[in-house]
C-alpha cells in the first residue's frame, strides 16, 4: 500500500540559514511526490511536484525538493529560510495506478524560523 | 477566477443535526475532492469526484454522503452529527490528468466544523 511519513512534527531552523523538511514514501511502481504548505487558517498551497525528470525539483518561494530513489525520500529544502516561511508542510504522494489519482498525505511538518 | 470556494467558513452543529458543506470551483476541473484535517493526522480523504455526476468513497467515509450534480459543485453532507466529526474540511479540485503526468490540486480555505 502506498503511504508517506514525516518523522519530523516541528522543524526549528533561524533566519537565514538552510532548512530540510523530511519525508519517505512507499509506493508500487514509479512515485509521482508533491509538497504543499498551509499557512495558518488557510488552505494548502502547491509547492512543486516530482513526476519524472531531474532528482531536484524547484518550486515556488525558492523551495525545491530532492528525489532520492535508493532512500525512497523526497525532501524539502531551501537554502535560506525566512521569517515568512513558517507554516506547515505536507508531502503528499500519489495513491494508486487508476485514473481517480487519489493523493495521500503525510501527518505534516510545523517549520519555525525564527528571527 | 476565485478558484475553490467553500461555505460555510465556519459552523457549530449540536449532536445528531444535519448540515451541507458547498465547494465550488470556476476552473473548469473534472476532479473534486472532500478531506478532512485533524491534529497530527494530516489530511484524509472523505470522498471524491472523478466528474459531474459520479462520486466515489475515498479512506473515511463513514457518516458523510456526497454529490456532484454540476460540474462546479461538490456537496459534502452531514446527516447526524456527532462529535467525532469535528474537524476542519478542506475541498480540493483538479483538471484531468494531462498526458504521462498528474496535476497538482488546488484546496479552498476550509470549514471549521464543531460538534457538540
Known amino acids: 500500500a502506498q503511504s508517506v511519513a514525516q518523522p519530523e512534527d516541528q522543524v526549528n531552523v533561524a533566519e537565514g540559514n538552510p532548512l530540510t523538511v523530511k519525508c519517505t514514501y512507499s509506493v508500487s511502481g514509479n512515485p509521482y511526490l508533491f509538497w504543499y504548505v498551509q499557512y495558518p487558517n488557510r488552505g494548502l498551497q502547491f509547492l512543486l511536484k516530482y513526476i519524472t525528470g531531474d532528482n531536484l525539483v524547484k518550486g515556488s518561494y525558492g523551495f525545491e525538493a530532492e528525489f532520492n530513489k535508493s532512500q525512497t525520500s523526497f525532501h524539502l529544502k531551501k537554502p535560506s529560510a525566512l521569517v515568512s516561511d513558517s507554516a506547515l508542510y505536507f508531502c503528499?504522494?500519489?495513491?494508486?495506478?487508476?485514473?481517480?489519482?487519489?493523493?495521500?498525505f503525510g501527518s505534516g511538518t510545523r517549520l519555525l524560523v525564527r528571527p | 477566477n476565485a478558484g475553490v470556494t467553500q461555505t460555510p467558513k465556519f459552523r457549530v452543529l449540536k449532536t445528531g443535526q444535519s448540515m451541507t458543506l458547498l465547494c465550488a470551483q470556476d476552473m473548469n476541473h473534472e476532479y473534486m475532492y472532500w478531506y478532512r484535517q485533524d491534529p497530527g493526522m494530516g489530511l484524509r480523504l472523505i470522498h471524491y469526484?472523478?466528474?459531474?455526476?459520479?462520486?466515489a468513497k475515498g479512506e473515511v467515509p463513514d457518516g458523510y454522503n456526497v454529490s456532484r450534480l454540476k460540474k462546479q459543485n461538490f456537496l459534502l453532507g452531514l446527516e447526524s452529527a456527532a462529535p467525532s466529526q469535528t474537524s476542519v474540511y478542506f475541498c480540493a479540485s483538479r483538471p484531468s490528468a494531462e498526458a504521462g503526468g498528474y496535476n497538482e490540486q488546488f484546496f479552498g480555505p476550509g470549514t471549521r466544523l464543531t460538534v457538540l
Open positions: 503528499a504522494v500519489r495513491a494508486g495506478m487508476d485514473s481517480s489519482y487519489k493523493l495521500i
Open positions: 469526484s472523478v466528474g459531474e455526476g459520479t462520486t
